[in-house]
T-cell receptor, first 108, second 116 residues
Framework: AQRVTQPEKLLSVFKGAPVELKCNYS??????LFWYVQYSRQRLQLLLR??SRESIKGFTADLNKGETSFHLKKPFAQEEDSAMYYC??????????FGGGTRLMVKP | DAGITQSPRHKVTETGTPVTLRCHQT?????MYWYRQDPGHGLRLIHY???????DKGEVSDGYSVSRSKTEDFLLTLESATSSQTSVYFC???????????????FGPGTRLTVT
């Protein structure tokens, strides 16, 4: 069975510091990986997916199949990045398996 | 925001009472999902639907049932609510996957349910 692990429940950094939100997964096939974000009082929304290889709001994530990881990174955190972040995995069907989430707090 | 609404947005109910949550979409998407969100557990899939009258169980389906009689509506029912079902419930929709690529899921605003 597939599983997604986000080891940090809370990550607190200062504005301008680098950020790395960790995500590890277990899956025997070729997964699709996603990062979803939930800002305060807003809906959960897609931030980025590994297939598109985009940089969204300065965030990037690289799929490392050897380490089964999909860590989310940003070189300089902003206060507006404070949110709940969820890593999710799909087996190329329509089902997503979510990690437990990491709350990012960016302090001024 | 995608055209997804949930009702009610907040509900407090007593143990043992039935509760029905409604998800309504105006996007004509084929797939609809119900998740529950709990601290430390992230989002866990309760049930999903891949068409009218076509539903299946998710990871945490015990104690829940669903129905989809129209494309736009997906109902989640707690037949006899328990305190362990206190949670935030999210509905999501997506199109069908094609060519092996998963489509984005769009989420509703959530329903906060408290069972006392």
């Amino acid at each position: 069975a597939q599983r997604v692990t986000q080891p940090e429940k809370l990550l607190s950094v200062f504005k301008g510091a680098p950020v790395e939100l960790k995500c590890n997964y277990s899956y025997s096939g070729s997964p699709e990986l996603f990062w979803y974000v939930q800002y305060s009082r807003q809906r959960l929304q897609l931030l980025l997916r590994h297939i598109s290889r985009e940089s969204i709001k300065g965030f990037t994530a690289d799929l490392n199949k050897g380490e089964t990881s999909f860590h989310l990174k940003k070189p300089f955190a902003q206060e507006e990045d404070s949110a709940m972040y969820y890593c999710a995995l799909s087996d190329a069907g329509n089902m997503l398996t979510f990690g437990g989430g990491t709350r990012l707090m960016v302090k001024p | 925001d995608a055209g997804i609404t949930q009702s009610p947005r907040h509900k407090v109910t007593e143990t043992g009472t039935p509760v029905t949550l409604r998800c309504h979409q105006t996007e004509n998407h084929r797939y609809m999902y119900w998740y529950r969100q709990d601290p430390g557990h992230g989002l866990r899939l309760i049930h999903y639907s891949y068409g009218v009258k076509d539903t299946d169980k998710g990871e945490v389906s015990d104690g829940y049932s669903v129905s989809r009689s129209k494309t736009e509506d997906f109902l989640l029912t707690l037949e006899s609510a328990t305190s362990s079902q206190t949670s935030v419930y999210f509905c999501a929709i997506s199109e069908s996957e094609t060519s092996g690529e998963t489509y984005e899921q769009y989420f509703g605003p959530g329903t906060r349910l408290t069972v006392t």
